[in-house]
T-cell receptor
Framework: DAGVIQSPRHEVTEMGQEVTLRCKPISGHDYLFWYRQTMMRGLELLIYFNNNVPIDDSGMPEDRFSAKMPNASFSTLKIQPSEPRDSAVYFC????????????FGSGTRLTVV | RKEVEQDPGPFNVPEGATVAFNCTYSNSASQSFFWYRQDCRKEPKLLMSVYSSGNEDGRFTAQLNRASQYISLLIRDSKLSDSATYLCVVTLSNTGNQFYFGTGTSLTVIP
């Protein structure tokens, strides 16, 4: 299994631009999670999906952030317009249906907004 | 109050030492428990699950104390390669499969 695949690995963009982060979960995993990690705040859950349906998006910072999961093998996190304070590492993770199993994280997208 | 609290450290220990981390959780309904390891500029990776009876994986021992609401991780005979940040994780019974992560404890093993 290739694991959770994220792209791009690094993204540098100018303030005000749209940024799209991509994630392919592990096949058969019913849960998909988007996290943001910064030195100050650690890992923050932004949103998670179960069977492609958004379950909890209370962690999404504001309307500039949106996430979609059009099918079981693909999800996007979009920031429009981006701001310097959005600079962070964004991780996608997936998990099987049954509780008690750990998450598998992708390698993350390091976003820098200048 | 945070769901999970950890001492951020850093813990600096010599090779071969034994080191222990604790993590407290606030919700008695917490259901599953894990330790993750995160290397610098890498993603978190599952180190081990934590079972009620305690469990061991080589040099690593995890324990759960439900009465006091904490989990612990013990590392024996520390290696340089154990240097990383260790994150404790809990799930609640009523929040789907959502994990709550601690902020992590930094460990540096010194030659």
């Amino acid at each position: 299994d290739a694991g959770v695949i994220q792209s791009p690995r690094h993204e540098v963009t100018e303030m005000g631009q749209e940024v799209t982060l991509r994630c392919k979960p592990i096949s058969g995993h019913d849960y998909l999670f988007w996290y943001r990690q910064t030195m100050m705040r650690g890992l923050e859950l932004l949103i998670y999906f179960n069977n492609n349906v958004p379950i909890d998006d209370s962690g999404m910072p504001e309307d500039r952030f949106s996430a979609k999961m059009p099918n079981a093998s693909f999800s996007t996190l979009k920031i429009q317009p981006s701001e310097p304070r959005d600079s962070a590492v964004y991780f996608c993770a997936s998990s099987p249906r049954a509780k008690g199993y750990g998450y598998t994280f992708g390698s993350g997208t390091r976003l820098t907004v200048v | 109050r945070k769901e999970v609290e950890q001492d951020p450290g850093p813990f600096n220990v010599p090779e071969g030492a034994t080191v222990a981390f604790n993590c407290t959780y606030s919700n008695s309904a917490s259901q599953s428990f894990f330790w993750y390891r995160q290397d610098c500029r890498k993603e978190p990776k599952l180190l081990m699950s934590v079972y009620s009876s305690g469990n061991e994986d080589g040099r690593f021992t995890a324990q759960l104390n439900r009465a006091s609401q904490y989990i612990s991780l013990l590392i024996r005979d520390s290696k340089l390669s154990d240097s990383a940040t260790y994150l404790c994780v809990v799930t609640l019974s009523n929040t789907g499969n959502q994990f709550y992560f601690g902020t992590g404890t930094s460990l540096t093993v010194i030659p």
